[in-house]
C-alpha cells in the first residue's frame, strides 16, 4: 500500500453541547490560544506527512472555507464537501466519494490525538482488514468504554456507552479502504450505525490500541484540559537513583534523606533545565516499598526534602511518579513499562511524544521510548550517550 496522503475530516455538526460558543461559531473553529481547534489538526496531519485534507462541511460552513481557503497558506492542498446540517455523519462521507483516495484517514473534527500515521499505517497493514480504528485503551476507566478490541480485531462496539467488560474507546481516527462504501443506504444514514457494525460483523474493523489519552472538543467543561494540552511547553522525565543522586547498592534503598547523595553537577543541570524552559518531571521504580525496605511515607519525605532542595536554587520539580510495586507483579508503572509516565501525561495534559526521558539504565530508556519520548541514556553504562545529567541536558 502506497503511503496514505489525504485525510478527511468530518466538521458539519452542529455542536449542540458547546452552546452558547457554537451559536455563531462552528464547533471546530473554537479558539484555543487564539488559534481555531481546526488548525491544531491540520498542524498534526502535515506533520504526519498528509498532503490534502477533504472537509466535511455543513453548519456555518463558510467560516471554516473562509479562514482555510484552499490550504495553500497551511502549506497543505484543502478540498471541501458540503452536505445540509440534518445530514449524517455516513451520508456526509458517501457524498465525498468522488474527492476520496482509495485508502484515507478520516478523523472526526472534534478530537486531538498525537497521531503517529506511520505507525497506525503499519499496523492497518499487519492487520490487513478494510478498516482500523484507534481505541484508547482506557485502564482506569477514566471515562466510559464503547469498543472491545480482541486479538486486535473490533468484537463489539456500543452506542450506548451502556454494556460493560469492554476496554476501550472509539477516538474518531480511522483508516479506510474506500471499497467500505460500496453499498451505501440511499437515505440518510450515520457512519457509526451503518458502517461500522458492518465491518465488525465481516471482521474487517481493527482496534489500534493507544495509552496515548485524547482530547475531545465536546463539552464546555472539557475546554480547559484541552487548553493545557495544546499549551506550548517543554517537558523532560528524569529517572531518580543514578541520575539525580548516587544509586545505592544492589538490593539496597534509600530509606532516609542523608541516604540521598546528589551526583556532581545535578543542580546546575536542574538549574539549567529551568534557564532553557522545561517543566521537570521525576518517575522512579521503589521495589523497596513492596519488599517492606522502605515505607512510602518514607520515599516521600525524601521527595519532599528533594523538592525543597530544588527550590533553593529556583528550580521547580512538576510532580514525582512513584512505583512501588515489586519486580514479579507485572504492574503496567514499573519500568521498563510505561506507567508512570502516562500516568503524569493525563494528570497534567502532556504530549509524550514532544518530551524527553532521561535514564542511567536501559529500562529507564525503554519505557521512554514505549511512551513516545525522546530518550537520553546517562552513566557508566557503556552504551551510555553521556557520562552525567548536565553534559546531557547542555545538549538539549
Known amino acids: 500500500m502506497k503511503a496514505i496522503r489525504q485525510a478527511v475530516i468530518l466538521a458539519g455538526g452542529l455542536g449542540t453541547r458547546l452552546r452558547p460558543l457554537t451559536v455563531t ?26 498532503t490534502e485534507i477533504v472537509f466535511l462541511v455543513g ?16 502549506g497543505i492542498s484543502i478540498l471541501y ?71 486486535g480485531l473490533v468484537t463489539l462496539y456500543d452506542r450506548s456507552w451502556k454494556r460493560r467488560h469492554l476496554n476501550g474507546v472509539d477516538i474518531g481516527f480511522f483508516i479506510l479502504d474506500k471499497d467500505v462504501l460500496e453499498h451505501l443506504p440511499e437515505s440518510n444514514f450515520s457512519f457509526e450505525d451503518v458502517i461500522m457494525p458492518k465491518l465488525i460483523a465481516e471482521r474487517q474493523l481493527a482496534g489500534f490500541l493507544t495509552d496515548h489519552k485524547y482530547y475531545g472538543l465536546s463539552t464546555l467543561d472539557r475546554i480547559p484540559a484541552i487548553q493545557e494540552y495544546l499549551r506550548p511547553k517543554k517537558t523532560i522525565f528524569l529517572d531518580r537513583d543514578g541520575v539525580l543522586n548516587k544509586r545505592p547498592p544492589k538490593a539496597k534503598y534509600v530509606s532516609h534523606w ?5 551526583l556532581p553537577k545535578v543542580r546546575e543541570a536542574l538549574m539549567l533545565l529551568t534557564q532553557k524552559g522545561y517543566d521537570i518531571y521525576i518517575v522512579t521504580n521503589q521495589a523497596g516499598i ?31 511518579a512513584v512505583c512501588p510495586h515489586g519486580w514479579d507483579e507485572e504492574c503496567f508503572c514499573r519500568k521498563p513499562n ?3 509516565l502516562f500516568e503524569l501525561s493525563y494528570k497534567h495534559h502532556i504530549n509524550l511524544f514532544d518530551s524527553v526521558c532521561v535514564g542511567d539504565d536501559p529500562r529507564d530508556i525503554q519505557a521512554g521510548r514505549l511512551a513516545g519520548c525522546k530518550t537520553i541514556l546517562i552513566g557508566d553504562n557503556p552504551d551510555a550517550d553521556y557520562d552525567n545529567l548536565f553534559d546531557a541536558v547542555t545538549n538539549l
Do not use: C
Not at 301 to 314: D, L, N, S, T, Y
Open 258 to 262: 542523608r541516604q540521598f547523595i546528589f
Open 59 to 74: 453548519y456555518l460552513h463558510g467560516q471554516i472555507e473562509e479562514y482555510f481557503g484552499d490550504g495553500s497558506k497551511f
Open 81 to 151: 464537501s458540503y452536505s445540509p446540517v440534518e445530514v449524517d455523519t455516513g451520508t456526509r462521507i458517501k457524498h465525498a466519494l468522488p474527492l476520496l483516495k482509495k485508502h484515507f484517514l478520516l478523523l472526526y473534527g472534534d478530537n486531538y490525538w498525537p497521531l503517529k500515521l506511520g505507525n497506525l499505517t503499519q499496523f492497518y497493514e499487519k492487520m490487513a482488514t478494510k478498516a482500523t480504528v484507534v481505541v484508547y485503551h482506557n485502564r482506569d476507566h477514566v471515562t466510559r468504554n464503547n469498543m472491545l478490541v480482541e486479538d
Open 25 to 50: 461559531t462552528p464547533k471546530p473553529m473554537i479558539r484555543i490560544h487564539g488559534k481555531p481547534f481546526l488548525v491544531y489538526l491540520v498542524d498534526l496531519l502535515r506533520a504526519n506527512g498528509i
Open 338 to 340: 510505561p506507567g508512570l
Open 290 to 320: 513492596a519488599r517492606g525496605k522502605v515505607t512510602r511515607k518514607h520515599v516521600d519525605v525524601i521527595h519532599h526534602r528533594f523538592i525543597a532542595e530544588a527550590k533553593k536554587v529556583g528550580v521547580t520539580i512538576a510532580d514525582i
